[in-house]
């Protein structure tokens, strides 16, 4: 059931950095609500708890807030399986409790996007159950991909596409009297059947969803699996296995089709319509820069999710390779390029650079390099605390359905999302009311007790202040967020490059390397030496420098 409409009164935050073109050199921060901040007590995360933490994102220094999927959903993905979009999950608060944050994050200058999921529904949504009810043939089921099965009794599915999760992309249904029926196309989980968007009824249901959030005063919406909404005519075969390894790798029948971009125009001109400079960001695999710019043309979405940064190998080679192809391509079309290193669906960097102290290092520097690149940046909750992927949890704990399904994702999600730790010395470190392991709905380890929020507060060294402090030179130093940038020379496996009053250069060898001083440090990973006009730089190490 939708709740109640509550007719708000938009507000609009004050406008960054002095341009009406805020996204493209905005840092946007990644609040997974069910790991966040939780306000009462059940160990899980809510939109209450996101607002009561909202000054300590406005201190951090960053534009905006993205919120993960707080819709009215059974939880079988996260709440990427969505029942009702237009009501909030009781486990996340109610529509008040959305309308309060929305407001309380303008008034501290912050602006919201949300997450919208249009590539598929829950099982238990409206629209799903009225097409199991109505049996096949009818135009309940035209909203979804049910198809007869192949076979001498239609026992095998109509094509062989793999879900996303692992396993087949289909599943049988039942006809009303019980005998076995047609099947249901699901990317991802059973539990999330896919919609077809060449059905009329959806596309204007979501242009309606769309304006219910743009109306309650969101400034715009990251979208969900954004190149698998329309799916190649005819569903052929792909002709073999481990399909989920080719994501990103090449266009497929089911994503990365020319025919989303249709979608998406229509959406950039219902976000044109709303003042304020709402934005819509693709989630979108593709296979190359180039095409993963078509996203972000003009007449179409503000930014797209930079994976092919996030999938790099730590090295000056690879990430030169991939910061260059990045810009080309989104400069091509005119739009800002977007950089991230981790989110709620891959291990966090810290881990994935090697773990330990040098996978810590290495993200620190990491950090840094983003920052300072041209376009607009995305931090995910936690990762300014420094906090590595748990690699231990339990099996008896872990909620992502990858994990208990074959030949998909690795199914390790679990380990990025265990919620963050704000103060004390036990657990759940302030993430809520509760106490001990019942406090937060992962368990958190023990020594996140020097990572938490407040440790770290107020020491030099540490992860937290390294962000508080980059984040405030970003805004600072006028070369900084959007423009260009040029390489400088440097020696092998350093990357050096300038910008207006500004250098930046990245260390990445296991070894210290000495560089000719290029201005002033204002900012650097590792503590410098100097002698004469040279400055060795240590392992692994990123510096800011002003000139």
């Not at 090697?354 to 990491?366: D, I, K, S």
């Not at 730790?421 to 657990?427: I, K, V, Y």
Request: proline letters at 8%; charged letters at 25%.
């Amino acid at each position: 059931m939708t709740q109640k409409n509550l007719a708000p009164t938009p507000t609009t935050p004050p406008t960054p950095s002095g341009t009406d073109e805020w996204w493209r050199q905005a840092v946007i921060y990644q609040i997974y609500v069910r790991s966040f901040a939780d306000s009462d007590g059940d160990g899980i995360g809510d939109l209450r708890g996101a607002r009561q933490r909202l000054p300590y994102l406005a201190e951090l220094g960053v534009d905006a807030v993205w919120l993960t999927p707080f819709y009215a959903s059974p939880q079988a993905d996260g709440g990427y399986d969505v029942a009702d979009y237009r009501a909030v999950d009781p486990l996340f608060g109610d529509l008040q409790d959305a309308d309060d944050l929305v407001r309380e994050a303008h008034r501290l200058g912050l602006r919201v996007i949300v997450d919208i999921v249009p590539n598929h529904t829950s099982d238990r949504h409206a629209w799903f159950r009225e097409a199991l009810a109505a049996g096949p043939g009818s135009r309940a089921r035209a909203r979804y991909h049910f198809r007869p099965g192949r076979g001498t009794n239609g026992e095998l599915p109509p094509n062989d596409w793999e879900s996303v999760f692992g396993g087949p992309a289909w599943t049988r249904t039942a006809n009303p009297d019980g005998t076995p029926g047609e099947w249901y196309l699901h990317l991802f989980a059973p539990e999330q059947p896919d919609l077809d968007w060449d059905d009329p009824e959806v596309r204007a249901e979501f242009e309606s969803v769309l304006r219910f959030w743009l109306d309650l005063g969101v400034d715009g919406f990251r979208i969900d699996v954004a190149h698998g909404m329309v799916k190649a005519p005819g569903l052929p075969d792909i002709g073999r296995k481990e399909q989920a390894k080719l994501i990103g790798a090449q266009v497929l029948p089911f994503f990365d089709q020319d025919g989303v971009h249709e979608i998406h125009r229509s959406w950039r001109r219902l976000l044109d319509s709303y003042p304020g400079n709402r934005i819509g960001v693709a989630e979108a695999w593709a296979p190359t820069s180039e095409r993963l710019a078509l996203y972000v043309r003009p007449d179409e979405l503000h930014q797209a999710f930079n994976f092919q940064f996030l999938t790099c190998a730590w090295g000056a080679a690879p990430m030169r390779e991939v910061i260059d192809a990045s810009l080309a391509a989104t400069h091509s079309v005119g739009a800002p390029t977007t950089w991230v290193l981790s989110n709620h669906d891959v291990v966090r960097h810290a881990t994935r650079y090697g773990g330990g102290e040098r996978g810590t290092r290495r993200a620190r520097a990491a950090a840094l390099l983003m920052l300072a690149l041209p376009g607009s940046a995305y931090v995910y909750q936690g990762e300014e605390l420094g906090l590595p992927e748990v690699v231990d949890l339990p099996d008896e704990v872990r909620q992502d359905p990858a994990f208990f399904r074959g030949d998909g994702q690795d199914g390790t999600r679990d380990g990025c999302r265990v919620p963050l730790p704000w103060s004390g010395e036990e657990a759940p470190y302030g993430f809520g009311p509760g106490s001990g392991a019942e406090g937060s709905w992962l368990p958190q380890p023990a020594e996140w007790r020097t990572l938490s929020v407040e440790a770290q507060s107020g020491d030099p060294r540490s992860t937290l202040e390294l962000y508080r402090s980059a984040l405030a030179l970003r805004r600072a130093l006028p070369g900084l967020g959007a423009g260009e940038m040029t390489w400088l020379a440097a020696p092998e496996g350093v990357l050096a490059f300038s910008r207006p009053g500004f250098v930046c250069t990245l260390n990445t060898l296991p070894e210290e390397v000495e560089l000719t001083v290029p201005g002033r440090p204002v900012l650097a990973t590792a503590a410098l030496e100097f002698h004469g006009g040279a400055a060795r730089l240590p392992a692994e190490t990123c510096v800011w420098w002003e000139v």
